[in-house]
């Protein structure tokens, strides 16, 4: 399959929805579910590595794609909500198939990460307001605000109350 970016705000809704239909998700999904429901689709292996912060100061997260597999690595010393939305960001990359970084500096020493024939994906600290102003000639930013996209509703099938008398309680 070979990856073309949205071109406009509507494409890119339904391009993220195809996705998750394409995921096959479970109703009840946890996030070991979704890493193994992109694994599927993707045909890559994912492995997803906790790793230290020294150097790290401008990135969360980062891939590292090869033709079969897919290796995240996040932050260790983040919060555990916001790991686990990295997490769920760069496997959402992984499911649409996305390769070549823009917000990674060449000098970066995530590339330290990075063995040859591997591709880096990284997610920065700041994440540009995609909802809006997204211009669809940047091919970068366009990837990114489909995994933003993709991600938030992954999150909200994880988080969403498990039972409809949780639900209740938020009125
Ligand atoms: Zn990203």
Same mark, same amino acid.
């Given at each position: 399959?070979?990856?073309?970016?949205?071109?406009?705000?509507?494409?890119?809704?339904?391009?993220?929805?195809?996705?998750?239909?394409?995921?096959?998700?479970?109703?009840?999904?946890?996030?070991?579910?979704?890493?193994?429901?992109?694994?599927?689709?993707?045909? /890559?292996? &994912?492995?997803?590595?906790?790793?230290?912060?020294?150097?790290?100061? $401008?990135? +969360? #997260? =980062? @891939?590292?794609?090869?033709?079969?597999?897919?290796?995240?690595?996040?932050?260790?010393?983040?919060?555990?909500?916001?790991?686990?939305?990295?997490?769920?960001?760069?496997?959402?990359?992984?499911?649409?198939?996305?390769?070549?970084?823009?917000?990674?500096?060449?000098?970066?020493?995530?590339?330290?990460?990075?063995?040859?024939?591997?591709?880096?994906?990284? /997610?920065? &600290?700041?994440?540009?307001?995609?909802?809006?102003?997204?211009?669809? $000639?940047? +091919? #970068? =930013? @366009?990837?990114?605000?489909?995994?933003?996209?993709?991600?938030?509703?992954?999150?909200?099938?994880?988080?969403?109350?498990?039972?409809?008398?949780?639900?209740?309680?938020?009125?």
């Amino acid at each position: 399959m070979t990856y073309t970016a949205s071109r406009n705000q509507h494409e890119l809704r339904s391009r993220v929805e195809a996705q998750l239909r394409r995921l096959k998700l479970p109703a009840e999904a946890e996030l070991t579910d979704i890493v193994e429901c992109v694994a599927h689709a993707s045909g /890559r292996r &994912i492995v997803v590595e906790p790793v230290g912060d020294r150097d790290w100061e $401008n990135i +969360t #997260g =980062l @891939v590292l794609l090869t033709a079969d597999s897919a290796k995240i690595l996040v932050r260790k010393s983040d919060p555990r909500w916001y790991q686990f939305h990295t997490v769920l960001h760069e496997l959402s990359h992984v499911a649409f198939g996305h390769t070549g970084c823009t917000t990674l500096p060449i000098k970066h020493p995530g590339h330290e990460h990075a063995r040859a024939g591997q591709t880096v994906l990284a /997610r920065g &600290i700041a994440t540009p307001d995609f909802e809006e102003d997204l211009d669809f $000639n940047e +091919t #970068g =930013l @366009v990837m990114e605000a489909e995994a933003e996209k993709l991600s938030q509703m992954l999150s909200r099938l994880v988080l969403r109350p498990r039972h409809g008398r949780d639900e209740a309680v938020f009125g």
